[in-house]
């Protein structure tokens, strides 16, 4: 009797190995910074070029876009909109470039944090102004390998006038 309750018994163990799931694969997390770093590198000379259907591909499509003194730009279209109307200004200078960038354990979600000088014009005295801040971007990874920035955050470094 205690034959069969054996048998029964280890074929169950067996079985239960065999149904771990696989390993995930290291991410390498220096490769990872490397495209988020040009991915930025490139939007900035995008955005300097005053290229608004690329420097709004960098989005997902539900991504939400907070600038100050603007209610937050929610989806592509709101975004859209949003960068419009800065790279439709005469006086625009953008530059931006990250000075950290972090990558999740699971290598689908990243952040970007960095620095930005603007010059735009000024609604009122229709003068350049210049600006400077901070920002702080979150990415998701796509089936397909791409970074799109979900969440994009600036703030300024300015007191207001």
């Known amino acids: 009797m205690l034959k069969f309750a ?3 018994l280890t074929g169950f163990l067996l079985l239960a190995g065999c149904d771990t799931a696989p390993p995930t694969p290291a991410v390498d997390l220096v490769a990872e910074q490397g495209k ?3 991915l930025e590198s490139g ?3 995008e955005a300097a070029a005053k290229d608004l259907e690329k420097s709004v591909s960098h ?3 539900d991504a939400v876009l907070i600038m100050p003194g603007a209610p937050p730009s929610k989806g592509k279209d709101a975004i859209r909109a949003a960068w419009k109307g800065m790279l439709d200004d005469p006086n625009l200078k953008i530059n931006f470039s990250s000075d950290r960038i972090e990558i999740s354990a699971s290598g689908d979600m990243a952040t970007t944090k960095g620095s930005y ?3 735009l014009t000024n ?3 229709k003068k350049p102004v210049d600006d ?3 920002y702080l ?4 990874k796509l089936a397909d390998g791409d970074w799109k920035a979900v969440e994009d955050m600036t703030t300024s470094e300015m007191a207001p006038k």
């Open 6 to 8: 054996v048998v029964p």
């Open 36 to 38: 988020l770093h040009d």
């Open 43 to 45: 939007w900035a000379k």
């Open 59 to 61: 989005y997902a499509d």
């Open 117 to 119: 000088n603007l010059t």
């Open 123 to 125: 609604p009122k005295t």
């Open 132 to 134: 400077k801040g901070s």
């Open 137 to 140: 971007t979150v990415y998701k």
